[in-house]
């Protein structure tokens, strides 16, 4: 198993139900971002995910624009991210 798939297995476990569109961009974030990852790097890389099938969800502005309650819904996804990481080979 390379280290991309030993992150990508870690995050599809830790993060079940997502897309593996989206797990893959998460991955990419685990592999550059490591743990600095934000909510503001997890909302882009959901951003950009969500406007291929729903071009015209709300949530699709900048992060600083979310709105708290928003803003938290990326926080899970950042921290599996970070744990992603300490995982990897």
Same mark, same amino acid.
């Given at each position: 198993m390379s280290y991309?798939?030993?992150v990508?297995?870690?995050l599809?476990?830790?993060l079940p139900d997502q897309d593996p569109a989206l797990i893959d961009l998460y991955t990419l974030l685990a592999l550059t971002?490591?743990?600095h990852v934000t909510g503001a790097d997890v909302h882009n890389a959901? =951003?950009?995910w969500r406007s291929r099938n729903w071009p015209s969800h709300p949530d699709l502005v900048p992060?600083?624009?979310l709105d708290a309650d928003a803003q938290a819904r990326?926080?899970?996804f950042a921290? =599996?991210?970070r744990q992603a990481v300490e995982v990897a080979p």
């Open positions: 991309v798939d030993t990508r297995t870690h599809t476990h830790h971002r490591g743990a959901w =951003a950009l992060f600083e624009q990326d926080e899970p921290v =599996a991210i």
